[in-house]
């Protein structure tokens, strides 16, 4: 009795719990009812119309500034160096900037001068001497024609005389050998006092009491004339010109690489001082084409498309980029009756999805 009493009170239970499940689901299905329906409103958009027109883009680069004139100067002698400008300081073209010591070269010069005036005084007398040998054997060939002289007399003056103008011919060869090594030292000491071939700004690359070793670099001057630009550039970017100051100049392949950039040369018409690092912009395209905005262009899975209005739907378009500039893109693919959507790539995915658009004039 007692189990049969409580089946009916779980059972009682159940029903009531249904009979409550069953009201709470009709008052939520009254209310959702009155609730009103959400409207799909159209999503505005700016769009724009392609137009074929004379286009340049550009793309920002940095360039250095060389100078054809740019110098390096090396000693031409081996000595210590008494005086050198300093870094940084601006020089004109024949100011002093290295002095060498040419204290031994004039050392070497003052001794080679005493050996020649030593050797033309020896000389000197040895031409005396033939004088008067060639006197003697005058009056020797006299007394000879009347027997008044030996033929053995005779013949040992004329030894004697080709003896001293040997000597004297050897002591005229060794002058001369003297003289030519005088002006040797000679253009060495010229070579003592450095001039600056070029107006610029000085790097020092030696110190005062440092040994100047021949065909070593002392100095390097950076000019301010005939400027150019040096521009590296990766192999991909189709260089077309520069603009420098919001003029065009031309450039040239150098047809040499730089930590992989390729090196170009533009020649430019402003005197700047070398090894600067400034502003530049490549242009990357030049011609006729449709430019459109960054933002008109929607990139996925490796491929370029636009979206096209169609009616309220906006409708992707394939399309290949020319060129990629700081100004926008040159496309093919597209024309001028087209309407193209101008948003950003999270709007342009949107409208993949089929949402209505409106354009905004």
């Given amino acids: 009795m007692k189990k049969l009493l409580g089946y009916i009170v779980i059972l009682v239970i159940i029903a009531a719990a249904v009979i409550g499940g069953k009201k709470v689901i009709k008052l939520k299905q009254e209310k959702e009812a009155k609730t009103p329906v959400a409207v799909a409103y159209n999503m505005s958009v700016k769009t724009m119309k392609p137009k074929l027109s004379n286009v340049s883009l550009t793309l920002p680069y940095l360039a250095l500034t060389k100078s054809n004139d740019d110098v390096k100067i090396s000693s031409r ?93 050897t002591l005229k060869f060794k002058v001369q050998e003297l003289r030519a090594n005088r002006a040797s ?81 533009a020649n430019i018409d402003e005197s700047l001082t070398s090894n600067q690092t400034i502003n530049i912009d490549v242009v990357i395209y030049s011609g006729s084409g449709y430019k459109l905005p960054h933002d008109t262009i929607l990139n996925r899975n490796g491929k370029s498309y636009v979206l096209a209005l169609v009616g309220d739907k906006a409708v992707p378009k394939e399309v290949s980029i020319v060129a990629n500039g700081e100004q926008g893109v040159v496309v093919k693919g597209v024309s001028a009756n087209e309407n193209i959507v101008v948003a950003k790539q999270d709007i342009l995915l949107k409208l993949l999805s089929g949402i209505k658009v409106r354009a905004i004039k």
Avoid: C, W
């Avoid at 073209?93 to 005493?114: A, C, F, M, Y």
């Avoid at 031409?127 to 003697?136: D, R, V």
């Avoid at 600056?196 to 790097?203: D, E, H, K, Y």
């Fill in 77 to 169: 002698i081996s000595a210590r160096i008494k005086y050198i400008v300093k870094s940084g300081q601006r020089v004109k073209k024949g100011e002093t900037i290295v002095r060498i010591d040419d204290k031994e070269l004039k050392t070497q010069l003052e001794s080679l001068n005493l050996n020649i005036r030593s050797l033309k005084s020896q000389l000197n007398s040895k031409l005396i001497a033939l004088k008067n040998l060639k006197n003697t054997h005058e009056r020797t060939q006299k007394l000879l024609s009347v027997k008044g002289a030996s033929q053995e007399e005779f013949d040992a003056e004329v030894t004697r005389i080709e003896a001293a103008k040997s000597g004297i011919d």
């Fill in 185 to 265: 030292i000679d253009n060495m000491l010229s070579y003592a006092t450095i001039k600056s071939p070029v107006n610029g700004i000085v790097t020092r690359l030696a110190n005062v009491g440092d040994i100047a070793m021949m065909g070593k670099p002392l100095i390097s001057i950076s000019a301010k004339s005939s400027s150019y630009l040096l521009v590296r550039l990766p192999s991909d970017t189709n260089a077309k010109a520069i603009i420098y100051n919001k003029k065009v100049y031309p450039i040239s392949a150098l047809n040499t690489t730089y930590n992989g950039l390729l090196e170009y040369l």
